[in-house]
């Protein structure tokens, strides 16, 4: 069972910045691929950026390439999203999500994460 809970949202003014960050309660957290997703009001769940366990690996939607980072610190149990760059569009609750192992479906395909964190909301004003 694994425990992940965000951190970091707010709101900020098109153009800014804000890092989110998920914490994982499992000591073997290096064996979990990890996500982010968003979800706005009135859509559906999307992924945002994924993370291989170990980090070797990153994906990101194209909404977001060249704007957001996503990284890891397995030392610390930890899930970061760096967000540059935001735009009104941004705006969402924001989720951590993770997978044992690898992904089944594709990195953004919702189903193939056992464990969610309650979210965070981010909120981008033009």
């Known amino acids: 069972q694994v425990q992940l809970v965000e951190s970091g949202g707010g709101s900020v003014q098109a153009g800014g910045s804000l890092r989110l960050s998920c914490a994982a309660s499992q000591q073997t957290y290096d064996v979990y691929s990890m996500a982010w997703f968003r979800q706005a009001p009135g859509k559906g769940r999307e992924g945002v950026a994924a993370?291989?366990?170990?980090?070797?690996?990153?994906y990101y939607a194209d909404s977001v390439k060249g704007r957001f980072t996503i990284s890891r610190d397995n030392a610390k149990n930890t899930l970061l999203l760096q967000m540059n760059s935001l735009k009104p569009e941004d705006t969402a609750m924001y989720y951590c999500a993770a997978a044992f192992g690898g992904w089944k479906g594709g990195w953004n395909n919702n189903r193939a994460y056992a464990y969610w964190g309650q979210g965070t909301q981010v909120t981008v004003s033009s």
């Open positions: 993370i291989s366990t170990r980090g070797i690996s990153s």
